[in-house]
């Protein structure tokens, strides 16, 4: 989700989301370059976000005394109040959702359209099926919660955990957690699965064939890991992040520990032990074939592939492990005195004084790789180990390939002004670029918005 001039002050989430469209050099692709008018940016926005893909914007307009919600300039019906932090968009940008209120009552409008009222809707608790074919969240009526699916509510609680419902990829299941008195438990397609005496924050998830379903729950002093309803072996502590599983669903990994020793445990069946296992860990390939993990055992680190420790590092960057979209290649950055460098393979790269967060990207068929860092207190793009122009800096999750590899993209900023950079040439200066663009489209040309003073224009290239 993610301004423009006004809506930079009014919404702090979207203050990167103005961009200037100016004559845009043509890409070598397409050789064409088009922009198209959208709207113009009024006055007195409040809030504003925009959908994942930068294509569409959202925000709050006050009128008088009332409000409204403007989707991509149109304006919707005006209420006494808008929920704050209520607005969000389907995965693909094609619905939109937010809480409004009328006369002491809320009430979700979902694609422009007023659903039932209730007492009250809980801040965040909004949430499309990844398909956008089903809206969730949370409402209060009297002294008791319950989750609100496709307009139905569900039975009340004493709390709603997370505060968010979780669906299934696929859409057709929905999880959440909920609290009875000092218990707590997991309610899967309306069914409530057996109480614990806590359930941990963000654990509940389904795999990724939508069959299965894992938490993580705590049961007197001892914590254990929840597959399907059944409970596996306790511990004395599991690692902070949650448990994962493989694309096809069927292996489960977590890290685990007990005494003072730390181990990753596949379908329960636990690896070898270490004095700690890093965070982000452990990491599935996506093939679901291969399982890699940051360990530490004497002081030093270094990263596990398939039960193999690769070479010890002095550190290795917390959130920097990834696999090749192929399963083939592990990458990650590692910390040398004051110097960071990525490791792809176990062969060290050049070294910088820092290595952009976010890490390494893979082009889509795992053979070419980019990533951004830090050389004297300025930012360049890395493509192939190449480094390339420096820049002010270069915006964070801005870094992309084609869909054939051939082309790579981020965002770049200059003496107070951005552009979009394409295998190391520089487009025309804008103020700012959307938050989500710009975005590859599956015949490998660019798309985003654009503004240019105070209006919004669509730029392909």
Known sequence: MKNLRALAVAAGAIAQA????????????????????LWRIPDRVTAAVASEDGLHVAYVVQRGSRWLVAIDGRPGLEYDTILQGSMVFSLDGRRFAYAAG????????VDGRPGP?????????MAFSPDGGRVAFE????SRQFVVIDGRPGPGYDGILDVTPVFSPDGRRVAYGAANGDKQLVVVDGQPEPEYDNIQHGSLAFSPDSRRVVYVARKGDKQLVVVDGQPGPEYDGLGEDNP????????????????????VAVNREPGPEYDE????????????SRVAYVARKDGKQFVVADGRPGPEQDGIVEGSLVFSPNGRRVAYVTQKGDRQFVVIDSQAGPEFD??????????????????TAEKNEKQLGVVDGQPGPEYDGILQGSLAFSPDGKRVAYVAREDGKQHVVVNGQPGPECDGI???????QPDGSLEYLASRSDSLYRVKQ
């Not at 961009?19 to 088009?34: C, K, L, W």
């Not at 409402?139 to 009297?142: F, K, L, Q, T, Y």
């Not at 669903?249 to 020793?261: E, F």
């Open 18 to 37: 103005a961009m200037a469209a100016g004559p845009f050099v043509a890409n070598e692709a397409t050789g064409r370059v088009s922009e198209r008018f």
């Open 139 to 142: 409402a209060r009526r009297d």
């Open 102 to 109: 009328k006369d002491d009552k809320q009430f979700l409008v």
């Open 434 to 440: 959307v938050q989500g663009g710009p975005t590859f």
């Open 277 to 288: 296992i890093g965070e982000d860990s452990p990491l599935l390939s996506p093939d679901g």
């Open 117 to 125: 009222e209730c007492d009250g809707i809980v801040e965040g608790s």
């Open 244 to 263: 994962v599983f493989s694309p096809d669903g069927r292996r489960v990994a977590y890290v685990a520990g007990m005494g003072n020793k730390w181990f």
């Open 354 to 371: 820092e290595v952009g967060e976010g890490g390494l990207v893979f082009s889509p068929d795992g053979r070419r790789f980019a990533y």
